[in-house]
């Protein structure tokens, strides 16, 4: 019996794949992948090795990957736009989609009924598979999201049998019918976009986060038992200390409560991965929401309550996470991660 063990660096991904051939020889098969001209070209390679093992000498063999294990560099990005319609209207939507050139964005507080959008968008971003998922309020909450790649389904809020098992509906209305959450299905993963419920100034939506965060996660969680999932969106709270310029001063508002931070924190205990704080843990600054007074914008006193999440299993794919502070047009500015699927 001989033992072989081969090397291999890819720049992009690998998969690797032990077989037998027809002769008894031990054969492993590399995915390679390398961006030519902005473009993955992922080359599988199969190893044969001759060492006596087999009865005859193996060739060193290429062969293209089949379609569905292609691997490809993601850009997938989340961003509160606030009110759509006048992102649009300024430019600054479409400077966004040219400058960034995303894959998949996600979007939240869209604040537009879908016959008030749908055919502007198809043909202003015709390069998109675009979903709305508005709120029966007009003018209200709402979600979208746009794809270059045609996923294999499109789902539209919490599964009945979740909102059922949650109260999610209080005096200020049902959340279910706000256009909160909208999930596409892709053959690799599930990518989710989510507006979480602002707990109001005075504390009196925090009962509804306590059964909302658990609801949101519990549809996570249901999806991971398929394949991995991806969420991102507005979650209206900051994490950790570092995640707002003066937690002393927050301590106990909306959006720095207790209730609200656990509810972020049971996600991560459920093995989901802050995708910046994976990058940066430490790193202090990276806010994703100003007030709109007294300049704290331009001063960067803000809050960092936009997060990208991805299951465990597919961290490893990760190459980085960013927030873009300079993308103006909403009082958010957008997040990011690149991902290779």
Not at 66 to 74: A, D, G
Not at 174 to 186: A, H, M, S, Y
Not at 230 to 257: Q, S, W
Not at 263 to 276: E, H, I, Q, S, W
Request: glycine share 6%; charged share 20%.
């Amino acid at each position: 019996m001989c033992s072989h063990q081969t090397p291999a660096f890819l720049n992009g991904g690998l998969v690797p794949v032990s077989r037998t051939d027809g002769h008894g020889a031990l054969w492993r098969a590399f995915s390679f992948a390398w961006k030519i001209a902005g473009e993955w070209v992922v080359v599988q390679i199969a190893i044969v090795p001759f060492c006596g093992c087999s009865t005859r000498s193996s060739p060193l063999l290429f062969s293209p990957l089949p379609s569905s294990r292609i691997l490809h560099m993601m850009k997938i990005y989340s961003w509160n736009v606030n009110g759509i319609r006048a992102v649009e209207n300024k430019g600054l939507l479409e400077s966004f989609f040219n400058a960034y050139q995303p894959d998949i964005v996600c979007l939240q507080e869209t604040k537009a009924a879908e016959d008030q959008v749908v055919q502007t968008f198809a043909a202003a971003y015709p390069q998109y598979y675009q979903y709305w998922y508005s709120a029966e309020k007009k003018g209200y909450s709402g979600t979208a999201i746009f794809s270059k790649i045609e996923p294999v389904e499109a789902i539209f809020g919490l599964p009945d049998d979740i909102a059922q098992a949650y109260a999610l509906n209080d005096t200020y209305g049902d959340t279910t019918k706000e256009g909160r959450v909208l999930v596409l299905e892709f053959d690799q993963c599930f990518v989710a976009t989510v507006y979480t419920p602002n707990a109001k100034d005075d504390l009196s939506r925090i009962p509804m986060r306590q059964h909302w965060d658990p609801a949101f996660l519990a549809y996570m969680q249901r999806l991971e038992t398929d394949k991995p999932v991806i969420f991102c969106g507005d979650f209206n709270v900051a994490a950790e200390a570092i995640d707002l310029a003066r937690p002393r001063e927050n301590e106990g508002k909306k959006g720095f409560t207790i209730e609200e931070r656990a509810g972020f924190a049971a996600m991560k205990r459920a093995g989901f991965v802050d995708t910046l704080r994976h990058f940066q843990p430490t790193a202090p600054e990276l806010y994703t929401w100003w007030s709109p007074w007294g300049g704290a914008r331009e001063r960067n006193v803000g809050w960092r309550i936009d997060y990208v999440m991805v299951s465990q299993t597919i961290v490893t794919l990760l190459k980085n996470a960013k927030i873009h502070p300079e993308v103006l047009g909403s009082d958010h500015c957008p997040v990011s991660i690149d991902i290779t699927l």
